[in-house]
């Protein structure tokens, strides 16, 4: 486990994922764990806690997605990459690596009660 959560932060960091030069924490600083920063100078919330809102409802996809659906996402968007298989080693070690950041959150899924 903490091998494939090792595995998870380095490809976090890695720019393998994309072709045009970003990694995960070109937006998602200091490994997700602090507020980010988009290239233009947008601030997003850090990822802690994040792998516990999912999976939610994504209003502008009009559907539910999924933590792998939101990483594929944003490997497609911010770094051009391929989408990653969502049972492939690397998808595993992201989701783990980003499950651990939610360690001891509490799951929060929206509209769960409705
Ligand atoms: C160019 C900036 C950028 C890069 C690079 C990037 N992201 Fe994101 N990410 C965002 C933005 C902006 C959001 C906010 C939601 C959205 O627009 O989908 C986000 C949202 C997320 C979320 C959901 C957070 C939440 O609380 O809703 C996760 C998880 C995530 N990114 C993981 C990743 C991973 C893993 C990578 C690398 C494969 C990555 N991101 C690369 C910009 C980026």
């Known amino acids: 486990m903490q091998t494939t959560i090792h595995e998870g932060s380095q490809l976090f960091a ?3 994922l994309g072709v045009n030069g970003n990694s995960c924490m070109t937006c ?7 507020e980010g920063m988009l290239p233009s100078g947008k601030k997003i919330p850090s990822l802690i806690g994040a792998a516990a809102t999912f999976p939610r409802y994504n209003k502008r996809a009009g ?3 999924t933590l792998e659906m939101q990483v594929n996402s944003c490997i497609a968007n911010a770094l051009h990459g391929m989408p990653l298989s969502s049972d492939g080693p690397r998808m595993v070690a992201l989701v783990t690596y980003l499950t651990d950041l939610s360690q001891g959150k509490p799951i929060k899924l929206q509209g769960a009660s409705q």
């Open 14 to 16: 890695a720019t393998s």
């Open 28 to 34: 998602h600083r200091g490994g997700g764990r602090v």
């Open 63 to 65: 559907k539910v997605i």
